[in-house]
T-cell receptor, first 114, second 117 residues
């Protein structure tokens, strides 16, 4: 079945450091790919998405490119801030009879120190 | 526009007790979902409802039941709670279908933290 593998954390960085969180997937067909972020004590919220090969999703300085040849969707940010401390989830959408479901990776906790 | 709301925020149950987690959305979404989040496991789908009047099992449905009461509300029931059901439960909703080639995003509630002793 469909699956998502993302790098295990936790990841600890200093402010203004470069961030990469790796994500690879296994899926039939052509799924859409997502990064969700969960701030402490909150639910998940969409950070960015890409729907087809070579698409780049971007938001709040974060970027990820849908790479079909390597089945990857790595999350990057050039300069992280303390406020980026959160748990990041990579996910793909798979169809289940018209109501797409999300398959999540296990999450990567990011802590950014001042 | 409150988005997706969940009640209660916290709950402690004893083994064997029952309870219902409530979820409501005010975005007129057709699809609704229940997930559980456990450390190191990501989110796993318990049940989903593609539209009012339909429900289907997800990845981990055992020990749970759901009701899609109307388009707005989707409840999750634990008939006889077990310690293995200690988790954080999230409800989510989504507009059905796609916008061109893009699937719509899921919107999540703030979660219910459940402890079963």
């Amino acid at each position: 079945g469909d699956s998502v593998t993302q790098m295990e954390g936790p990841v600890t960085l200093s402010e203004e450091a470069f961030l990469t969180i790796n994500c690879t997937y296994t899926a039939t067909g052509y799924p859409s790919l997502f990064w969700y972020v969960q701030y402490p004590g909150e639910g998940l919220q969409l950070l960015l998405k890409a729907t087809k090969a070579d698409d780049k999703g971007s938001n709040k300085g974060f970027e990820a490119t849908y790479r079909k040849e390597t089945t990857s969707f790595h999350l990057e940010k050039g300069s992280v801030q303390v406020s980026d401390s959160a748990v990041y989830f990579c996910a793909l959408s798979g169809d289940m009879g018209g109501s797409e479901k999300l398959v999540f990776g296990k999450g990567t906790k990011l802590t950014v120190n001042p | 526009n409150a988005g997706v709301t969940q009640t209660p925020k916290f709950q402690v149950l004893k083994t064997g007790q029952s309870m219902t987690l409530q979820c409501a959305q005010d975005m007129n979404h057709n699809s609704m979902y229940w997930y559980r989040q456990d450390p190191g496991m990501g989110l796993r789908l318990i049940y989903y409802s593609a539209s009012e009047g339909t429900t289907d099992k997800g990845e981990v449905p055992n020990g749970y039941n759901v009701s899609r009461l109307n388009k707005r509300e989707f409840s999750l029931r634990l008939e006889s709670a077990a310690p293995s059901q200690t988790s954080v439960y999230f409800c989510a909703s989504k507009k059905a279908g796609t916008s061109g080639s893009s699937t719509y995003e899921q919107y999540f509630g703030p979660g219910t933290r459940l402890t079963v002793t």
